[in-house]
């Protein structure tokens, strides 16, 4: 006869870091912001900063990281993220501050903000969630949106004639002197979010230095925006976004 399996002989190889609250996940399903949630709460519990870190999210579907981020959190005006962690970090220069903003958010009605914030190298980190459409308010258009993407007001596709090219703030972001650390990681596999873990752990490790800001680009999805399954999101991202958006460092100050 088996024996019975008791649950003090299993062995626990996972669980959620005690960073992240047990708040009931809302997110569409598939959605990268939950990733890079987890991902961000691991690196604070693995540091030991909770009570020494102070998080801004604005208007957006990153307007719920205060939901689950078990830290302080402050909410900021749309575009104004960047602006409010200024005044946060130069109040409390002791504390790791960091943004949490979208494509639309950072790079359309913030990106003055953005621009000047890193030109002034302040010594904050800056995460930038890049799903190539507005997800929480009906999937229209993005700074970032690549050419020929239907989204719900590009419905015959994006066209460069109408409207631009899609944005590449990150690689304008690396051209400022107050750039300290620029990268653009991705959430499409596992190898990719233990990279992109790699690089919130250094940009948070960078403000002990105070040389500049921190700015981490996350090539993500919105499936729902898509009107995609979760699996085809993830290869989406493979064959549409890395081509234009290529992952990898961009600006290392030595």
């Not at 002034?120 to 020929?148: D, K, S």
């Not at 419905?155 to 990268?183: C, H, N, W």
């Amino acid at each position: 006869m088996e024996s019975e399996l008791l649950l003090e002989d299993l062995e626990c190889v996972y669980q959620k870091p005690t960073t992240l609250t047990d708040t009931p996940l809302h997110y569409c399903p598939g959605c990268g912001h939950s990733i890079v949630h987890k991902l961000l709460m691991e690196v604070v519990e693995e540091m030991g900063i909770q009570d020494q870190i102070i998080g801004v999210a604005p208007v957006g579907c990153s307007v719920f990281a205060y939901h689950y981020m078990d830290i302080d959190m402050q909410e900021a005006a749309h575009g104004r993220a960047s602006a409010v962690a200024t005044g946060i970090k130069r109040v409390r220069p002791d504390k790791y501050v960091f943004s949490y903003q979208g494509d639309g958010d950072l790079a359309a009605i913030g990106t003055a903000e953005t621009i000047h914030t890193v030109n002034r190298g302040e010594n904050i980190m800056m995460i930038f969630i890049n799903n190539a459409i507005y997800g929480m308010t009906g999937g229209q258009m993005a700074p970032t949106t690549l050419v020929g993407q239907v989204t719900s007001t590009s419905p015959y596709g994006r066209d460069p004639k109408q409207v631009g090219f899609p944005i590449k703030i990150t690689e304008m972001i690396a051209m400022l002197p107050g750039a300290y650390y620029v990268t653009r990681q991705s959430i499409n596999n596992v190898a990719a979010c233990r990279k992109l873990k790699k690089a919130l752990r250094q940009g948070l490790e960078n403000q002990k230095l105070n040389k500049g800001t921190s700015f981490i680009e996350v090539v993500s999805n919105c499936p729902s925006g898509w009107k995609m399954t979760p699996v085809e999101a993830m290869s989406w991202i493979e064959e549409n976004m890395f081509p234009v958006f290529p992952v990898g460092d961009i600006k290392v100050t030595k």
